[in-house]
């Protein structure tokens, strides 16, 4: 059983790249949730649940710290994500409706997730000397890695709250996604950020026209 969660257990090779089980799955069920969430369809919170948990053991394996500890955030907002769309606000008694935040929200908002970013980016480049028993090798990549985890976590939140701009933080997410990790030799988990990339554009354009969206406030 314990052999599933190694990326050394391949499953098939693609063009002479070796594919793990938990990659090939795990990658599977992320397309399978942005689709999901594109369509507003509830189930993607459980699919992206079962994805997250897949990625958070394959990213700790080749050494993506950031992006480990960034499932384990996932999964978390998912739960609240999933509470968050089924459950009727307060005041008016209706479920959440797409909509933007406000001007200053979005800069303050932008603003937090950059200097977390350049914060988190400086720990992790020493996390290797500073807890070597979990973190034995050095991090690869510390700043752009921990750049795109804190844009992950706020397009994550601000997605369980079904606001908009969210979809602009996953288009740069997915780009930068792309580079990362081909360099990285997860080639498979690069050309599903190719696909993410698509899938973000086409979920702004389908929130963008959904029959809830409330515009600008």
């Not at 079904?162 to 360099?183: A, C, Q």
């Amino acid at each position: 059983m314990l052999d599933f969660w190694s990326i050394n257990n391949i499953a098939f090779e693609v063009i002479g790249y070796p594919m793990s089980y938990i990659e090939f799955i795990g990658t599977i069920l992320y397309l399978w949730a942005t689709w999901l969430v594109a369509k507003q369809k509830m189930l993607n919170w459980f699919v992206g649940i079962v994805s997250s948990v897949l990625y958070m053991v394959l990213f700790f394996q080749i050494r993506l710290y950031s992006d480990m500890l960034e499932q384990l955030y996932f999964i978390i907002v998912s739960v609240y994500g999933w509470w968050r769309w089924s459950t009727p606000l307060k005041d008016t008694g209706k479920v959440l409706r797409i909509k933007y935040s406000e001007r200053h929200k979005i800069i303050f908002v932008a603003a937090i997730t950059l200097g977390v970013a350049f914060a988190l980016g400086g720990l992790m480049s020493r996390v290797h000397l500073l807890v070597p028993v979990l973190f034995p090798e050095k991090a690869s990549f510390p700043f752009l890695d921990a750049l795109t985890t804190i844009m992950s976590f706020t397009a994550m939140w601000l997605m369980a709250l079904k606001r908009l701009e969210s979809w602009f933080y996953w288009i740069v997410v997915d780009g930068v996604g792309v580079w990362l990790y081909y360099v990285k030799g997860v080639k498979f988990v690069a050309l599903l950020y190719v696909i993410l990339l698509f899938l973000a554009v086409y979920g702004f354009r389908c929130w963008l026209r959904g029959g809830e969206y409330e515009g600008k406030h």
